[in-house]
């Protein structure tokens, strides 16, 4: 298979590390081999670099910034992602500035090569005056080097931040590329690779997703999935724009066996969605009135007028069906005692309140190094390293809905174990006295002398009339089982969390 026509194709994967994001990067870690193995079969020459970034307060603790340059040895890419560990990130906004300077000077490009930049993130960049941002980075004139040197960045957002989605959307919207709003952290490879096929062509891009859609059989396509490879198809592809050679290699079978001597040219692609299981729309059928043939007076000849059916003068009436009292649809007794849900085992696409704007999960706590001074912005006491301000003080009372997670290592699950709803506005450096009781914080204070990390989230609720919040939690507490919140036990072993059942 030949190079593509406009030059070899260079990507880069930049992706955020941070502990929100920790499932991303178990995901790529674990398909890497395979996806770069077929993308290396179908778009020869290709190349790649890995970017892993936290934030600037992860220099003391973690890292800044790791990458590994242009290349296309898989054991070269293999080995550095299983090497990138998970990093604790700071306030919502990240270092992406850091990130897009870093890719531009850093990164070993080729002349007159395609220059793809996927940036996988939940967050925002820092401002030039962000006091951590030494170098004064401002990424909106790094962005205007990317749109005038050619290279197509592709924003690949994950949850639901708005200043995030409209970073994103802006540093794909002036480089060329697309903006992507990815649902599931599975997703994220096949995001990837049908990035890579629109860059090569868009027979490529459609004979990946015709291979995506014979994985769901006859059922239709995750809407995830739909959604993004109807935005890779809203706009032509900047990549190669000629000749393309037959489409992917494991999809040859789908192709005629005689060679064909026809230039296979780009066709311009549909923005209507393509439906697998190509549905007709069913047709109605209409039932025509009788008629009835009368004999006319004056010809002889027949007339035809509608057969009118007379109306019944007795009626009669019949006793009313009862339905089984089996169907009958009663509305749950919360009086009774119900079986809880652990709040642990219950996965991010199955929580009742998922629907919250939940903000990204936020390292509170975390043990206290021995020799090394606190970074800025984290205080010690005792044998913990808490964070000085968790979130802003606010005049504004609306109460949110927090929830506190363990985790042992930095890209280990978290464990979620505690909640609390508060309404208040309160100091931002009181935060630790104000989430966590007496007995709470005996908890804390056991898991991180074991090693482990605490994280926070919350989500602000929309509550107006008196007593709803106290209600509110008592539907929490009626549906999920919180460890510390009941009895249940918590403790480490072999740098892992156990959980007891009662």
Same mark, same amino acid.
């Given at each position: 298979?030949?190079?593509?026509?406009?030059?070899?194709?260079?990507?880069?994967?930049?992706?955020?590390?941070?502990?929100?994001?920790?499932?991303?990067?178990?995901?790529?870690?674990?398909? &890497?081999?395979?996806?770069?193995?077929?993308?290396?079969?179908?778009?020869?020459?290709?190349?790649?670099?890995?970017?892993?970034?936290?934030?600037?307060?992860?220099?003391?603790?973690?890292?800044?910034?790791?990458?590994?340059? +242009?290349?296309?040895?898989?054991?070269? &890419?293999?080995?550095?992602?299983?090497?990138?560990?998970?990093?604790?990130?700071?306030?919502?906004?990240?270092?992406? *500035?850091?990130?897009?300077?870093?890719?531009?000077?850093?990164?070993?490009?080729?002349?007159?090569? /395609? /220059?793809?930049?996927?940036?996988?993130?939940?967050?925002?960049?820092?401002?030039?005056?962000?006091?951590?941002?030494?170098?004064?980075?401002?990424?909106?004139?790094?962005?205007?080097?990317?749109?005038?040197?050619?290279?197509?960045?592709?924003?690949?957002?994950?949850?639901?931040?708005?200043?995030?989605?409209?970073?994103?959307?802006?540093?794909?919207?002036?480089?060329?590329?697309?903006?992507?709003?990815?649902? $599931?952290?599975?997703?994220?490879?096949?995001?990837?690779?049908?990035?890579?096929?629109?860059?090569?062509?868009? $027979? +490529?891009? *459609?004979?990946? *997703?015709?291979?995506?859609?014979?994985? +769901?059989?006859?059922?239709?396509?995750?809407?995830?999935?739909?959604?993004?490879?109807?935005?890779?198809?809203?706009?032509?592809?900047?990549?190669?724009?000629?000749?393309?050679?037959? !489409?992917?290699? !494991?999809?040859?079978?789908?192709?005629?066996?005689?060679?064909?001597? #026809?230039?296979?040219?780009?066709?311009?692609?549909?923005?209507?969605?393509?439906?697998?299981?190509?549905?007709?729309?069913?047709?109605?059928?209409?039932?025509?009135?009788?008629?009835?043939?009368?004999?006319?007076?004056?010809?002889?000849?027949?007339?035809?007028?509608?057969?009118?059916?007379?109306?019944?003068?007795?009626?009669?009436?019949?006793?009313?069906?009862?339905?089984?009292?089996?169907?009958?649809?009663?509305?749950?007794?919360?009086?009774?005692?119900?079986? %809880?849900?652990?709040?642990?085992?219950?996965?991010?696409?199955?929580?009742?309140?998922?629907?919250?704007?939940?903000?990204?999960?936020?390292?509170?706590?975390? !043990?206290?190094?021995?020799?090394?001074?606190?970074?800025?912005?984290?205080?010690?006491?005792?044998?913990?390293?808490?964070?000085?301000?968790?979130?802003?003080?606010?005049?504004?009372?609306?109460?949110?809905?927090? *929830?506190?997670?363990?985790?042992?290592?930095?890209?280990?699950?978290?464990?979620?174990?505690?909640?609390?709803?508060? %309404?208040?506005?309160?100091?931002?450096?009181?935060?630790?006295?104000?989430?966590?009781?007496?007995?709470?914080? /005996? /908890?804390?204070?056991?898991?991180?002398?074991?090693?482990?990390?605490?994280?926070?989230?919350?989500?602000?609720?929309?509550?107006?009339?008196?007593?709803?919040?106290?209600? +509110?939690?008592?539907?929490?507490?009626?549906?999920?089982?919180?460890?510390?919140?009941?009895?249940?036990?918590?403790?480490?072993?072999?740098?892992?969390?156990?959980? #007891?059942?009662?």
């Amino acid at each position: 298979m030949a190079l593509p026509p406009n030059g070899p194709i260079e990507v880069v994967f930049s992706l955020d590390t941070t502990g929100s994001m920790s499932s991303i990067l178990d995901e790529v870690r674990h398909r &890497l081999q395979d996806m770069i193995t077929r993308l290396q079969a179908d778009i020869p020459g290709i190349r790649f670099a890995v970017v892993a970034h936290g934030d600037y307060c992860d220099a003391e603790h973690f890292y800044v910034t790791k990458h590994v340059d +242009f290349t296309g040895d898989l054991p070269t &890419l293999c080995n550095f992602m299983n090497d990138v560990s998970g990093t604790g990130g700071g306030d919502v906004s990240e270092c992406y *500035e850091l990130v897009l300077r870093l890719v531009r000077e850093k990164l070993s490009w080729t002349p007159c090569s /395609q /220059q793809i930049l996927i940036m996988v993130g939940d967050a925002y960049p820092h401002e030039a005056d962000y006091p951590l941002n030494v170098d004064k980075i401002d990424w909106r004139e790094e962005l205007h080097f990317y749109t005038h040197a050619g290279v197509h960045i592709y924003g690949v957002h994950v949850f639901e931040d708005e200043l995030s989605a409209s970073f994103m959307k802006t540093i794909s919207e002036q480089t060329r590329g697309e903006y992507i709003k990815m649902a $599931d952290f599975n997703h994220v490879c096949d995001v990837i690779m049908a990035i890579c096929y629109r860059e090569r062509g868009a $027979d +490529f891009l *459609e004979g990946y *997703e015709a291979e995506v859609r014979s994985r +769901f059989g006859k059922k239709r396509m995750d809407d995830g999935l739909e959604d993004v490879f109807g935005a890779l198809k809203r706009g032509d592809s900047k990549a190669s724009n000629t000749t393309l050679p037959p !489409p992917l290699s !494991p999809l040859s079978s789908m192709t005629s066996s005689e060679p064909s001597t #026809s230039v296979t040219t780009i066709r311009k692609i549909s923005s209507i969605p393509h439906d697998p299981l190509n549905r007709l729309p069913k047709l109605k059928t209409k039932v025509k009135a009788r008629k009835v043939t009368t004999a006319n007076s004056r010809g002889g000849e027949s007339t035809s007028m509608p057969f009118i059916k007379p109306k019944k003068t007795k009626h009669i009436r019949y006793p009313k069906k009862t339905k089984p009292s089996a169907t009958k649809c009663k509305k749950p007794n919360y009086n009774q005692p119900q079986r %809880k849900l652990l709040r642990e085992r219950v996965t991010v696409n199955n929580f009742l309140y998922n629907n919250l704007h939940w903000s990204s999960w936020k390292l509170a706590i975390q !043990p206290r190094p021995v020799t090394k001074q606190p970074s800025p912005g984290w205080k010690p006491v005792n044998n913990q390293l808490r964070r000085t301000v968790l979130y802003p003080g606010s005049r504004r009372t609306r109460p949110a809905f927090y *929830e506190v997670a363990v985790q042992t290592k930095p890209g280990h699950k978290r464990h979620v174990v505690y909640f609390t709803v508060k %309404k208040f506005s309160w100091a931002p450096e009181n935060w630790f006295n104000i989430l966590f009781d007496d007995t709470v914080s /005996q /908890q804390v204070k056991s898991v991180v002398s074991s090693g482990c990390r605490v994280f926070v989230r919350k989500a602000h609720l929309v509550i107006r009339k008196p007593n709803t919040t106290t209600r +509110f939690v008592n539907d929490v507490r009626r549906v999920y089982d919180y460890p510390w919140s009941g009895s249940r036990d918590v403790y480490i072993q072999n740098d892992d969390v156990f959980i #007891s059942n009662q």
